[in-house]
């Protein structure tokens, strides 16, 4: 059972390696729901020695793509994919909310023409679709690793039920991670009744420095100086809880003499 973490730094990244994940999902403008990090950054990450999936999102907003968002968002996966990187991370759909079939494609073969054992995990976009079970099949032949979902819920822990109907419906042929609004205290059921294979958690805290003045430069936010960062203390009460709930698991098992 995997600790993914979402950071948008290296000093996010050391701190999930040292606080038991066993990889992080970076991306950069987390406050506007991730996007594609630099090079200097993933470069930065990669190097602090942790399993590294980079997000790849063009934009904000939603995930009916471009043509030359596509185009844009092949040019990067091939140029991080020659940093290092364990994975990616991506998503489109059609204007029906199905999967995008030619530009998922388009998206994985790109990734896996730099690196035939990357990984892809198709995001969060999942949960937008009529039909999270029927994503899941379609996205099975594409060369998916995983799918991350929070069971169609603002909350994981409220998805729980999608979440094992997704895990029954796949049978372990494609791993089912769950992320959204995750607290420690969720970890145990999503991973013993919901059945996922692996959770994924921000593990944010708002960052205030302080006044900036008055002058406004270009942030909607209510205090422009603010950012998000990695919260330690959440990374380890997750990454117990994992080590817990694996436990409690291994212990529930049938015994093989039984």
């Given at each position: 059972m995997d600790l993914e973490i979402a950071v948008t730094s290296a000093t996010g990244a050391r701190i999930?390696?040292?606080?038991?994940?066993?990889?992080?999902?970076?991306?950069?403008?987390?406050e506007l729901g991730g996007l594609t990090p630099s090079n200097g950054l993933v470069t930065a990450v990669v190097e602090e020695g942790?399993?590294?999936?980079?997000?790849?999102?063009p934009r904000p907003g939603d995930f009916h793509y471009s043509a030359d968002d596509v185009a844009q968002s092949c040019l990067e996966i091939a140029s991080l994919g020659k940093i290092g990187i364990s994975g990616i991370v991506i998503g489109a759909l059609n204007q029906y909310g199905a999967v995008d079939i030619p530009s998922i494609r388009r998206l994985v073969d790109t990734a896996h023409s730099v690196d035939e054992t990357m990984?892809?995990?198709?995001?969060?976009?999942?949960?937008?679709?009529?039909?999270?079970?029927?994503?899941?099949?379609?996205?099975?032949?594409?060369?998916?690793?995983?799918?991350?979902?929070s069971g169609k819920s603002n909350r994981a822990?409220?998805?729980?039920?999608?979440?094992?109907?997704?895990?029954?419906?796949?049978?372990?042929?494609?791993?089912?991670?769950a992320g959204g609004g995750i607290r420690a205290q969720d970890i145990h059921p999503l991973l013993a009744e919901g059945r996922a294979d692996a959770v994924h958690l921000s593990a944010k805290k708002l960052?205030?420095?302080?006044?900036?003045?008055?002058?406004?430069?270009?942030?909607a936010a209510e205090n422009p100086g603010?950012?998000?960062?990695?919260?330690?203390?959440?990374?380890?009460?997750?990454?117990?809880?994992?080590?817990?709930?694996?436990?409690?698991?291994?212990?529930?098992?049938?015994?093989?003499?039984?």
């Open positions: 999930s390696r040292e606080g038991g994940a066993n990889r992080v999902e970076l991306c950069s403008g987390l942790i399993d590294t999936h980079v997000l790849i999102r990984e892809i995990t198709f995001h969060r976009a999942v949960d937008l679709a009529p039909d999270p079970a029927n994503i899941v099949e379609e996205l099975m032949p594409l060369g998916f690793t995983r799918v991350l979902t822990v409220d998805g729980i039920p999608v979440i094992k109907e997704l895990a029954n419906t796949v049978g372990g042929r494609i791993q089912i991670m960052f205030e420095p302080g006044a900036t003045g008055d002058v406004s430069l270009g942030s603010s950012y998000y960062v990695t919260n330690e203390r959440v990374v380890r009460d997750a990454s117990l809880a994992v080590k817990q709930a694996s436990t409690h698991s291994e212990n529930s098992s049938p015994s093989a003499l039984d």
